[in-house]
């Protein structure tokens, strides 16, 4: 997308080790050592579980095929994981303190796309059949609430462990709440009062995405021995991140590159989601026709270019620079290893420059 190269450029003086313009940083390189650190101790924790939960664990994360023939994707990138890494290496300790935190966060990830497959309805997660889908709903159930448990046992056993768990506890409270309001939301008239508004959606997608991105380089920074203004600027950080990250999603599911997006064009108009974009057309001039376009299920393409004509595309990429920007406000605000702040910087970028 269009986002400026500087939205997440370090201020000179924000790490405590910084006294020249940093060098520019790989993310997939940063993507790929996080995973290096954390993946033993991930797959050992799914290995705790019973064989054939373990199974869907594992096929959820794309390390086996279902019947357990190992799979040849890689399954997911790993950001909530390289959060929590990166998170204590800002604060100065060892990646390798965060792993406890690193691998909670992927299990609880992991658990909240199991079951959010099952209440969508989507019978597809990254090309391939989800969970429910291969699995069935019962069984998909159960993994998910194998993961969940098995995050919390992790946890608990880490140094800090009871502080970690009220963290993880209140990222899990906002994500309920989150995925509660989006499905409301699905309920909720195209116009009128009671129709979704933007800030009601804004609310929504922090809790439901930024507040395990937050809980991630929170968790991070407090394994790392982090001081509690650290580990609240780092979870505001994650929030504002989350916010940046679902706003760019809705503008990839309705004029992405399906090549790059794996997901089909227009598809967000075609199941009628309530994304960003839409909803700010919506608060337009245009509003009346829009409604009754999608009220009727009116050509996709003929959709897409009035939500564009209403500023619904525009008025997105500006929501989704105000939140990159709030992410450096935040990160700003305390002092970090100069190193790491830099990959952290690097990762965010990568997160919300994805191509439209």
């Known amino acids: 997308m269009t986002t400026s190269s500087s939205a997440l450029r370090a201020p000179a003086d924000t790490g405590r080790r910084a006294t020249a313009v940093p060098t520019p940083v790989d993310a997939g ?12 101790a991930l797959r050992e924790a799914v290995d705790r579980t019973h064989p054939w939960v373990g199974e869907m664990a594992a096929y959820s994360f794309g390390w086996c095929e279902v019947g357990g023939a190992p799979a040849a994707s890689s399954g997911g990138k790993g950001v909530r994981q390289a959060l929590a890494v990166l998170g204590a290496e800002a604060a100065g300790a060892p990646g390798r303190v965060a792993v406890p935190g690193a691998v909670a ?10 079951h959010d497959d099952i209440m969508d309805g989507d019978e597809a997660r990254r090309r391939r059949p989800t969970v429910w889908k291969a ?6 159930v159960l993994a998910g609430d194998a993961l969940f448990a098995l ?3 992790t946890l608990a056993a880490a140094p800090a462990g009871s502080r970690a768990i009220r963290l993880l506890s209140e990222a899990l409270q906002d994500l309920v709440r989150g995925q509660a309001d989006d499905l409301l939301f699905a ?9 979704v508004r933007p ?4 609310t929504m997608a922090e809790h439901k995405t930024g507040a395990l991105l937050g809980c991630a380089a929170a968790l991070g920074a407090l394994l790392g021995g982090a001081p509690p203004a650290t580990v609240a600027a780092l979870d505001r950080a994650g929030r504002h991140l989350g916010i940046a990250f679902q706003v760019v999603d809705d503008l990839l599911g309705i004029w992405g590159d399906p090549a790059v997006t794996g997901k089909p064009v227009h598809g967000d108009l075609r199941e009628r989601k ?3 974009p839409v909803l700010v057309a919506l608060d337009s001039p245009l509003a009346g026709r829009l409604a009754a376009m999608l009220e009727s299920g009116a050509d996709p393409g003929e959709v897409a270019a009035l939500i564009e004509k209403a500023g619904g595309r525009s008025a997105a990429l500006a929501e989704a620079r105000r939140h990159v920007a709030a992410v450096e406000v935040a990160l700003a605000d305390v002092p970090m290893e100069a190193g790491p702040a830099q990959e952290l910087r690097s990762l965010l970028d990568f997160l919300v420059r994805r191509d439209l």
């Open 29 to 40: 390189q940063v993507l790929d050592r996080c995973r290096t650190l954390v993946r033993p």
């Open 105 to 114: 966060v992927e299990l609880v990830h992991a658990f909240s796309l199991l």
């Open 135 to 140: 699995y069935g709903t019962g069984p998909a």
């Open 151 to 153: 995050a919390v046992e």
């Open 187 to 195: 309920t909720r008239p195209w116009t009128g009062p009671e129709r």
């Open 199 to 202: 800030d009601e959606y804004r």
């Open 274 to 276: 309530k994304t960003y």
